[in-house]
């Protein structure tokens, strides 16, 4: 990206801070563009964290100043300027809106056709609504019944403070301080995210959800969650909304960990639709996230995700299958339109004996965009009887679009079993006239026939997510038959 | 019900229906025969609403409804069908979920409330009895792995499910073993009543020897050129199609 446009975006911001009346505080609030070592020790005074924390900020500073920014993945981007970008800020007043005729109406026609509610749009687009005390409410009731159980789910920088010594044995112990470019960067100037710690023989009752969230902390740039599951218990996350998300920031660089003990079992639901950029390819956001989990002996983590947002996407959620008898699972649809590039995959590391992994990856393009599979299959020395299963089919939908499936493949031990199948299809207009031959229209022709294609990995969704995942992925796609 | 006035339809440069009419009343079955070529899988996807065909010239009336004005889907609403020659398999559709969509775009279109679950699978069982589809097919994806004999049975079963009151069935006999034809023609003739039409297009007559028709036409060179009783099918399945070529010609 051009530094002026940098500069536009940033000014832009600042202005919108001034609109609202936080002069003085902002100035005294806001770290002077760039990235050195002084900004890194007042970010993380700022937070008031202790000694370790910035001592393990500065290790991946310096780590990161070594590195150079990758560029195997299949994505053309103009690289970020890093030293543009201001790494801390006060946390940003949301614009108040006096009522939804105030909201962008493309949102609200989104909003409407995801069948999300009246008061739920007002409070995705910020508008002033009468039922905060509720949320609030409601919120804290959640908060007390996983109190109860013992279940912690809170903002890192509060767990950093209250529970700092779990903090401190699990943080970047899947995801190391120099594990690449952007998970290095992440690690020096993460800001907040969000932190969870299931006890031993926990089943955690509700979906822990981002979702009510949503008012206290929203989403920053460079986030960091670290999900502890303690032996023999279960969790299910939800990450993201399907709700459009615009945001200002262009580059995210997120960090998700996840430490699965003995015979635990953790689900990570991810539904994706940052703003894509228009129709052009100008604008939207550079989504590239490090994600992994460790899972130890007989214990599961699956990943399940909806890819549709993003200009560029750069994610493999993956898993190090250590403890004998774990397993692994990556189910994902990627839907990609216009000029958005993905390149997206999993890596599934087969450590332990009788090690087990599926993978289910489901591409959609559609415009002018680009849509990869990339993904690893490791089964090393000491994986007896390890087993992997993997699906990678794409479906394009006009004739300007690429799908393209990078599968590696490394087996050091012969009793390995591993399948690998990969399909390519285009959207038949045959399939569309025969449906609407049966007087289905032809927007929900596409519909039906991309949900089918899409089924193996919906049905992993939790339910209320299922449903809105399935409208996602018709809208994202309207339009684009070619 | 349906009228055709000098139909023209072609495919890129090449016109395939050179002045096609056709009158069809309620209650009639019309049997559409001719040699490779003639234009009767044409015809069928014309009536349908098939993109890549160009109407040129003509009208097409259902019930005073210019067809030709209307998108494949409205016309299916408005109660055309068409038993596709090759049914369309799509994976991770159920049958059951393409069906139930089916339906309650035409109830919508009729201005009714999405069928209650009960009436719907009322309707399912009586229908899939009808040409003896087992519970398997229903529930499976829409004609995917199904054989040829299953995939024309299923056309009949969303044809019984849907109740349309003109429908096209396009060489619905082709690849039918003469179970499963008997099979598909007892549904036909099930559905058959004195406000619903059939056009069935075949090249052969012994499927006519389940589905009796009132009227049968000989399509040639992309015109009607010989229409009679039942008994021109059996003359046509004696003498071949020739003979009608050179009367044309004399």
């Known amino acids: ?482 | 019900m349906l009228k055709i006035k000098n139909l023209h339809a072609k495919v890129g440069d090449n016109e395939i229906l050179k002045g096609l009419n056709l009158d069809v009343k309620p209650g009639e079955i019309h049997a559409i025969m001719g040699p490779n070529g003639s234009g009767k899988s044409t015809l069928a996807s014309v009536l349908a609403g098939r993109e890549a065909y160009e109407v040129t010239d003509g009208v097409v009336d259902l019930d005073g409804t210019d067809l030709l004005e209307l998108e494949a889907s409205d016309r299916a609403r408005e109660g055309v069908f068409l038993a596709f020659q090759y049914p369309i398999e799509i994976p991770g559709v159920s049958n059951l979920n393409f069906m139930k969509a089916a339906v309650n775009a035409k109830r919508d279109h009729n201005g009714q409330p999405p069928i209650k679950a009960k009436d719907f699978l009322a309707k399912v069982k009586e229908c899939s009895s009808l040409v003896e589809l087992d519970g398997r097919l229903r529930d499976r994806s829409v004609n995917e792995g199904f054989s040829g004999g299953e995939k024309k049975r299923n056309e009949i079963f969303q044809m019984a499910i849907l109740e349309p009151k003109l429908c096209i069935l396009d060489e619905t006999d082709s690849g039918l073993d003469i179970d499963a034809l008997r099979v598909v023609s007892k549904g036909v003739n099930a559905m058959r009543s004195p406000d619903r039409a059939f056009i069935v297009i075949t090249h052969y007559q012994r499927l006519l020897d389940h589905i009796i028709p009132d009227f049968v036409h000989v399509l040639s060179n992309g015109k009607i050129v010989k229409s009679g009783g039942k008994e021109l099918a059996l003359e046509l399945e004696a003498k071949g199609y020739d003979w009608i070529k050179e009367e044309q010609n004399a």
């Open chain 1, 1 to 482: 990206m051009k530094g002026t446009e940098e500069e536009n975006l940033l000014s832009e911001v600042t202005e919108k801070n001034y609109e609202y009346g936080f002069t003085t505080e902002i100035d005294s609030d806001t770290i002077a563009p760039g990235l050195n070592e002084s900004v890194i020790r007042t970010i993380s005074s700022k937070k008031n964290e202790p000694d370790w924390l910035l001592k393990w900020r500065l290790e991946a500073f310096a780590a990161w100043s070594k590195m150079e920014e990758p560029d195997w993945a299949h994505v053309a981007y103009d690289k970020p300027d890093l030293q543009s970008i201001s790494f801390y800020s006060a946390p940003k007043p949301k614009k108040v809106l006096a009522s939804l005729d105030e909201v962008d109406p493309e949102l609200l026609k989104t909003m409407e056709k995801l069948g999300i509610s009246l008061e739920e749009q007002k409070k995705l687009s910020g508008v002033a609504v009468d039922f905060v005390m509720d949320s609030v409410s409601v919120a804290t009731s959640f908060k007390e019944t996983l109190g109860e159980i013992g279940v912690i789910f809170c903002s890192l920088g509060e767990a950093i403070k209250e529970h700092p010594e779990l903090v401190k044995k699990y943080l970047g112990t899947v995801v190391p301080q120099r594990d690449n470019y952007y998970a290095a960067l992440n690690s020096a100037v993460f800001t907040d995210g969000s932190f969870c710690y299931i006890p031993k023989g926990v089943r955690c009752p509700m979906e822990l959800s981002t979702y009510f969230r949503i008012n206290q902390a929203g989403t920053g740039q460079f986030e960091r969650t670290l999900i502890v599951a303690d032996e023999g218990s279960y969790v299910s996350y939800l990450e993201g909304c399907t709700a459009p998300q615009r945001d200002e920031n262009q580059l995210h660089a997120a960090v998700v960990e996840i430490i699965s003990h003995d015979e635990a079992e953790v689900k990570y639901s991810t539904v994706q639709n940052w703003y894509p950029g228009d129709k052009n390819g100008k604008g939207g956001v550079f989504n590239f996230v490090t994600k992994r989990g460790i899972c130890h002996r007989a214990s599961k983590i699956s990943w399940t995700q909806v890819e549709t947002g993003s200009a560029v996407t750069w994610k493999y959620p993956s898993c190090i299958l250590k403890g004998d008898d774990s397993i692994g699972e990556f189910f994902s649809v990627a839907v990609t339109n216009n000029k958005q590039q993905a390149d997206t995959g999993t890596k599934m590391i087969h450590l332990g004996k009788r090690t087990r992994s599926t993978i289910i990856s489901k591409g959609i393009s559609s415009g002018e965009s680009q849509n990869s599979y990339r993904g690893l299959v490791q089964i090393h020395p000491g994986a007896e009887n390890a087993r992997n299963f993997s699906v990678c089919d794409s479906l394009l939908m006009t004739d300007k679009c690429g799908a393209h499936t990078f599968p590696y493949i490394e087996v050091k031990n012969p009793t390995a079993q591993i399948e690998h199948e990969a399909t390519t299809s285009k959207i038949g207009e045959d399939q569309i006239f025969y449906c609407q031959q049966r007087g289905i229209e032809e927007e929900e022709a596409i519909g039906l026939i991309v949900k089918g294609y899409a089924k193996d990995v919906l049905n992993k969704l939790p339910m209320e997510f299922a449903v809105e995942a399935q409208k996602l992925l018709t809208i994202s796609l309207e339009g684009s038959v070619g």
